[in-house]
């Protein structure tokens, strides 16, 4: 039968390259690791581990069976996290992440409805990347996060992900800008503008502009690049350029022309993902009320619209 400990080593020798080097990250003598690599071997009938003058590296069967090794040690961890939190708390600790606009609108009614049926949250805010890193590294049960329509978050089979809104990207002008007065304006009108975009230009929205302006045969060119929306807004008020915003992220200011860009709608998709070894009942009261939220904000969108028409 399989033992933790040899999948601890496989995982040491692929990491440190040797068999001395990993006994001593793992605190064993060469002659263990050596004994708990022979066991693994015998068990698969197979050679996992080439040794040489210079050291040891996996073989093509070692290779294909440690992603396996890591999975087990880390569904292990994750276990023993969530258990020792219901022991020291008498609750399990959800942690969660969210992007700023996101956790001012959308999450907090969720937190809300988890902590009256008893269960310990923890919050980490940041921007896409850092929030992705959190997930691929178990750090995070869950976050909100936005891609591009049709895009994938590059997270693996472990995660599920449920949309929660369709986010459409509003056209932010000065006020005293040429197609201010008109209530659609075309890209093509905007040839000449400065943009004010996303620090990372790999941001989904960025991105999605980018392509918009393709279509139009030009790139936009960004006088100022910032993950605060208020900021952005500031700008654009002082007439430093133009700007594409979420929905979700404009503030009410009265200093800016909020407008619609004509051709297809240009939107990023919110969702949540979800760890699927997270405790089910936790994850369906999240998901549940993100999802409420959402809808209700959807409504609030419709109901504005119509008071426009």
Request: charge should be negative; include cysteine; aromatic fraction near 4%.
């Amino acid at each position: 039968m399989l033992e933790l400990r040899q999948l601890h080593v496989l995982k040491a020798i692929a990491q440190e390259g040797s068999l001395a080097a990993a006994a001593r990250a793992l605190h064993y003598t060469q002659p263990t690791i050596s004994h708990h690599l022979a066991v693994l071997e015998s068990h698969f009938d197979a050679r996992l581990v080439q040794r040489g003058p210079r050291g040891a590296a996996l073989t093509e069967l070692g290779v294909a069976l440690l992603p396996h090794a890591e999975a087990v040690l880390e569904r292990l961890r994750l276990a023993e996290r969530e258990v020792r939190d219901l022991a020291e708390r008498g609750a399990h600790t959800l942690h969660i992440g969210t992007f700023p606009t996101a956790g001012a609108l959308l999450l907090p009614p969720a937190v809300k409805a988890l902590r009256y049926a008893g269960v310990h949250i923890s919050l980490t805010e940041g921007e896409l990347p850092t929030l992705l890193q959190g997930l691929r590294a178990r750090e995070l049960h869950a976050a909100l996060v936005f891609s591009q329509p049709g895009d994938r978050l590059d997270l693996d089979d472990d995660f599920e992900l449920y949309p929660l809104l369709h986010d459409p990207l509003q056209l932010v002008l000065p006020e005293d800008h040429r197609c201010a007065d008109r209530t659609h304006v075309t890209l093509e009108e905007l040839r000449d503008d400065d943009w004010i975009g996303a620090a990372d230009p790999r941001d989904p929205c960025d991105r999605l502009l980018s392509w918009a302006c393709a279509q139009h045969s030009f790139e936009p060119v960004h006088t100022l690049r910032t993950d605060d929306y208020a900021v952005v807004q500031g700008f654009v008020a002082a007439g430093a350029g133009v700007a594409l915003i979420p929905r979700l992220a404009l503030g009410p200011r009265e200093d800016v022309a909020v407008r619609q860009l004509k051709g297809a709608p240009l939107a990023r998709e919110i969702s949540v993902a979800v760890l699927r070894t997270t405790a089910a009942r936790s994850i369906r009261e999240l998901v549940d009320a993100l999802t409420e939220q959402a809808r209700l904000i959807q409504r609030r969108w419709s109901d504005a619209d119509a008071g426009l028409a």
